[in-house]
């Protein structure tokens, strides 16, 4: 679990309902339910009209990715490779298929089949980078999906007021519920910025900075199965993976 998303989304809640408990308006003046219905339910309706039903249907998988997401560990996988180098310098690329059981990467597995299956270095690495390519595509919609209800939020929160304004100025016989008329009216502008900026948009944020991650580690697998294919030293293999770690998480040598 993405503690931090957890932990950010709470906070944010904590902060606006602690405001409003602190200000003189009732908690009561802030839940409208036609409100959330046209914030809400009209973002979510665009976003529907803008993206095909089978990319909308994975909105929910997408949004548990934010938060329920594991990153692999760069230094075990660097281990793993230079480990498996050594064993194909030793005593060759066959030699690989004894210890394919025990890579549980999936892309380190594809990539090493397709060596031990004599594929020259250049089916490898197009075939690899298809794969990231396709990985990209599929994280780019995802955020895409998020990125377009927080854009819609506010703008259906502006359709509400305006609707409420409207509804409010069609009866000016009471004065004295134009106070009252004008807070519900500002309210779906509210409820607007709130969606957009504590609940899709950061979780769209998160969902691009993970992507980011997860090419960058399978750029780092390319490397290394082609360095592996190619029979490149593994202290040289080692080397040039560790630049991918920050200098503070490389080991120590003696």
Not at 18 to 24: D, E, L, P, R
Not at 32 to 48: E, N, T
Not at 61 to 72: E, G, T, W
Not at 123 to 132: K, P
Request: aromatic letters at 6%.
């Amino acid at each position: 679990m993405d503690i931090t998303s957890v932990i950010g989304f709470v906070l944010a809640w904590i902060l606006i309902i602690g405001s409003i408990m602190m200000g003189k308006a009732p908690f009561s003046a802030f839940i409208d339910i036609p409100s959330f219905a046209v914030v809400i339910g009209g973002a979510i309706a665009a976003a529907m009209m803008a993206f095909p039903l089978k990319s909308f249907l994975a909105l929910p998988m997408v949004m548990k990715k934010a938060v329920l997401n594991k990153q692999d560990d760069l230094l075990v996988i660097i281990n793993q490779l230079v480990s498996l180098a050594e064993v194909a310098r030793r005593d060759g690329l066959l030699a690989l298929e004894s210890k394919m059981a025990e890579v549980e990467q999936p892309v380190i597995r594809s990539g090493l089949q397709m060596a031990i299956d004599g594929n020259d270095a250049e089916t490898i690495e197009s075939v690899m980078r298809t794969e990231m390519e396709a990985i990209s595509r599929r994280h780019k919609e995802g955020k895409s999906i998020l990125d377009q209800i927080a854009r819609f939020a506010p703008a259906y929160g502006m359709i509400g007021t305006l609707m409420g304004l409207i509804m409010m100025l069609s009866d000016m016989s009471d004065p004295a519920g134009i106070g009252a008329g004008m807070a519900v009216a500002l309210i779906t502008t509210l409820y607007g910025a709130i969606a957009a900026n504590v609940g899709f948009q950061p979780f769209a944020e998160k969902l691009g900075l993970l992507s980011k991650y997860e090419l960058c580690t399978m750029e780092m697998i390319v490397r290394g199965v082609l360095a592996i294919q190619s029979g490149e030293s593994p202290r040289a293999l080692e080397q040039r993976l560790l630049t991918y770690l920050h200098p503070k998480k490389r080991p120590v040598k003696d």
